[in-house]
């Protein structure tokens, strides 16, 4: 490996070829069965107002508090404008988008999902970067507990369809209404009084700022405190239980396994009732791929109208980590089917247009690459890994032929040069050849990159 001075940024990481096989057999996944469900894309600005995220997230959670990216302008004009942000999630820039944008007028609910990625000053650690990819989902405008497990369903047949989802595990949980958990918050802070010398510092400051937070603390000492403290379905009401119980029926009516989790809160101000989140079964809430939950006053937080809302989100490099670690291997479309290799100036020549053509075609084609002898072209046709090689010298111009070889066999045959591109194709295979086109009628659609 060649040293540099420079280096990626601290918790930040290049996404290589081989990790990108990953991310694009997620991304097919994931647009697969958003287009099942009838979700659109949406993309949002990287940087945002960054009272969107305060008002949204929560001023209090470690988002904001903490890892929060803010961005500066150089233009003077603007020193007296907002302050901007790094996204750290998808949510509240895709509520903010339906608030400005008037999707309320459309037919309701209004189903999304984003794909790109996200930013967190968080502290780097395995599985969690600064710089990270998510996939996004989100169910606006419409409150149902069959809409919830719809959307937990999408997002398990996404993980089925990636090979892990045997490996996890749904924890889900209801924290009801933002008027019972403040009942509830009253009562953890009047159990914790005369005790907070017993918490870690961490957790005495989210007992001042946002105790909910307790209840996932990974801190021994907090948990064992816990185990006495009241608990947060002692304080739902009728209704919010209720809701919970449909929505585990008809994950139940769905085949979906879960485990109810009542310390699971997640970490944003924003949720009510349902949230839930998919765990590794091995190492727990370390290794989770993701989750999400409802929002039902987060539109009003952002200037909306009352407008209920559930989502989710995954982490894609932690997903991409949980495939490997299975052994699951996406197919790879990047491999080399023909080398060209050439020795003469005519040769070289009469090579450009072959390739070319062999491209058009749908054949992975590399070829023309500077003065080598033929002997190093072969080394090199190996390296890259091509299954045929097509030799064609200063003789073989002359002659209108080509020497087709077999890599793997270790054979090759002189063939009329007018059929090399027709003997290549039917021995990579019709079905094997990398073709598409732009479609412009309406109705027609393209696969996104």
Not at 3 to 25: A, C, N, W
Request: charged share 30%; hydrophobic share 35%.
């Amino acid at each position: 490996m060649t040293q540099s001075v420079y280096r990626t940024p601290k918790g930040t990481h290049d996404v290589l070829p081989e990790d990108h096989i990953f991310m694009t057999y997620i991304k097919k996944a994931v647009r697969h069965r958003a287009r099942q469900a009838g979700y659109k894309r949406i993309e949002t600005p990287m940087f945002e107002n960054r009272t969107i995220f305060e008002r949204g997230i929560g001023e209090h959670t470690d988002i904001v508090e903490k890892e929060l990216f803010m961005v500066s302008s150089k233009h003077e004009d603007e020193d007296n404008g907002p302050e901007f942000a790094l996204r750290p999630e998808f949510t509240a820039s895709i509520c903010r988008s339906y608030i400005e944008h008037g999707m309320q007028q459309l037919p309701q609910p209004v189903e999304l999902y984003a794909i790109g990625p996200c930013f967190r000053h968080d502290r780097p650690q395995k599985g969690r970067y600064r710089q990270f990819n998510q996939f996004d989902f989100e169910i606006i405008g419409l409150k149902d507990p069959s809409l919830d497990a719809q959307l937990i369903h999408v997002l398990s047949k996404i993980l089925d369809d990636l090979k892990i989802l045997k490996r996890l595990r749904l924890q889900i949980n209801n924290i009801g209404t933002p008027e019972s958990r403040k009942a509830y918050l009253d009562a953890l802070k009047d159990f914790f009084i005369g005790k907070e010398r017993n918490l870690p510092a961490l957790d005495r400051s989210r007992l001042e700022t946002n105790p909910l937070r307790l209840l996932d603390s990974k801190e021994e000492d907090t948990q064992i405190l816990l185990k006495s403290a009241p608990t947060l379905d002692q304080f739902l009401d009728d209704e919010s239980k209720q809701y919970h119980e449909t929505v585990l029926e008809y994950l139940g009516a769905l085949g979906i396994q879960y485990e109810e989790n009542s310390s699971l809160v997640r970490g944003l101000d924003y949720y009510t009732q349902t949230v839930f989140e998919y765990w590794d079964e091995t190492t727990g809430a370390q290794n989770a791929v993701g989750g999400g939950g409802r929002y039902d006053r987060l539109m009003e937080l952002l200037g909306g109208k009352d407008t209920p809302g559930i989502g989710f989100a995954c982490g894609m490099e932690r997903i991409a980590w949980q495939m490997a670690q299975t052994g699951v291997k996406p197919p790879n479309k990047d491999q080399v089917d023909v080398f060209v290799a050439q020795l003469g100036p005519e040769a070289k020549k009469t090579c450009l247009m072959l390739i070319s053509q062999l491209r058009e075609k749908g054949v992975h084609t590399i070829g023309a690459l500077g003065e080598a002898s033929l002997k190093s072209q072969m080394r090199l046709a190996d390296k890259f890994g091509a299954r045929y090689t097509l030799l064609l010298g200063q003789m073989e111009v002359k002659e209108g032929v080509i020497i087709l070889r077999d890599m793997a066999a270790g054979k090759q045959k002189q063939i009329p040069f007018k059929n090399a591109i027709p003997e290549v194709t039917k021995l990579i295979g019709e079905r094997n050849l990398d073709t598409y086109t732009i479609k412009d009628k309406i109705g027609d659609t393209v696969d996104e990159d």
